[in-house]
């Protein structure tokens, strides 16, 4: 795995070890990441359920301003500070140890990209869409990469299911809020 493009561009990040963590695979992040590459410059990105931060430090890497990696396992925890340090992030990135929802009631900031990869099967998304919608800037864009079987809603809050794509055994459903208000 590594960063594709941008000011870290090739650099190699490591993984955590086990059957938790699904990293995205690099096709799949590099189509993700393409179709954003004129929203991450100066963006606040929020990587929940980061396993080894891949997705936010490529936002970096493509010009992103500040990023959060959310995870509970200490294990990913580690990985990602070991790939935000080789990438040189360490200034821009904060990273954090706990569950998704005790993060999504305490935080107070407003991020304008996040990605979600929670575990599968667990009816995640569908309980934390709705918190993560609030800790949002209005035009803000929700990435969330999931198995076919998961049916998201059409509209969480003020943000319409834009875009869903199937790579594989998996789907990556992208909400935004593109009305003008």
Do not use: W
Request: hydrophobic letters at 35%.
């Amino acid at each position: 795995m590594r960063v594709i493009t941008g000011t870290a561009r090739g650099r190699r990040l490591v993984t955590p070890e086990g059957l938790d963590t699904r990293p995205t695979t690099d096709k799949v992040k590099e189509a993700v990441c393409s179709s954003l590459q004129f929203d991450f410059p100066g963006a606040n990105v929020l990587d929940l359920f980061a396993g080894s931060g891949q997705m936010a430090i490529e936002a970096l890497s493509r010009g992103a301003r500040k990023a959060t990696f959310i995870d509970s396992d200490p294990r990913a925890i580690e990985c990602i500070r070991q790939n935000v340090k080789a990438c040189r992030f360490a200034d821009s990135a904060t990273i954090l140890k706990s569950d998704a929802v005790s993060f999504l009631e305490r935080n107070h900031e407003k991020f304008d990209i996040a990605f979600l990869d929670p575990p599968y099967r667990h009816d995640t998304l569908l309980r934390i869409l709705p918190i993560l919608a609030e800790n949002m800037q209005e035009n803000g864009i929700i990435v969330c990469e999931h198995e076919p079987e998961c049916k998201l809603p059409q509209t969480i809050l003020h943000f319409d299911l834009q875009k869903q794509k199937k790579y594989g055994k998996i789907i990556i459903s992208v909400y935004r809020n593109d009305s003008e208000e």
